[in-house]
């Protein structure tokens, strides 16, 4: 994993941003490999973050997971919540397993079918099907906050009734989650 700090591009204050480089997907679009290079960021372990959080806690107003797929290390997931500062994730909610423990989740919206899904993620039918169901039981929950690159993917999100203030468009080669 890798850390930022302090970064405010993301508009959350000063955030500690963890970058985590394994993820589950493969988007056909997908920058962040290209991106995180670019970014020349300093790679920690578990030991070496939690020594810089305990040195700069008090500078430091949440935590930033995304990557990569930031679920898909649940040892770092336990210790950022253990910390008590505000946990924010950005995610493809693939993997994505009690939203209530996170400030804030943003989610990547992948696609409005199974088909567009698979087409744009190279995943498998199941967990296309998956990724939907999972999209529409996260509609109702008040810190989830979806990201969409276009006005088909508003449009089905914000036929599950998200509020519109929950729907975030965003440029598609954009990587953090």
Do not use: W
């Not at 480089?21 to 988007?27: A, G, I, L, S, Y």
């Not at 920690?44 to 973050?49: A, F, G, I, P």
């Not at 993620?121 to 810190?143: D, Q, R, V």
């Not at 729907?167 to 080669?173: A, E, F, G, H």
Request: charged residues 30%.
């Amino acid at each position: 994993m890798y850390i930022d700090f302090p970064d405010n591009s993301f508009n959350e204050g000063n955030s500690l941003v963890v970058y985590v480089d394994k993820c589950n997907m493969k988007c056909k679009d997908c920058d962040y490999k290209t991106s995180l290079k670019q970014k020349k960021l300093r790679k920690v372990n578990l030991d070496e973050l939690d020594k810089y959080i305990k040195d700069n806690y008090k500078f430091i107003d949440n935590i930033i997971l995304c990557g990569g797929e930031p679920t898909l290390n649940q040892k770092l997931i336990d210790y950022v919540i253990n910390t008590k500062l505000k946990c924010i994730i950005y995610t493809n909610s693939l993997n994505l397993f009690n939203v209530n423990k996170f400030y804030k989740v943003y989610i990547d919206v992948k696609g409005s079918t199974e088909e567009e899904i698979i087409e744009y993620t190279g995943i498998n039918k199941h967990y296309a099907h998956e990724l939907i169901n999972m999209y529409k039981s996260l509609s109702k929950e008040n810190n989830v906050y979806f990201r969409v690159y276009d006005d088909k993917l508003y449009k089905f999100i914000n036929s599950l009734n998200v509020e519109y203030d929950r729907i975030i468009k965003y440029d598609k080669v954009y990587f953090g989650g």
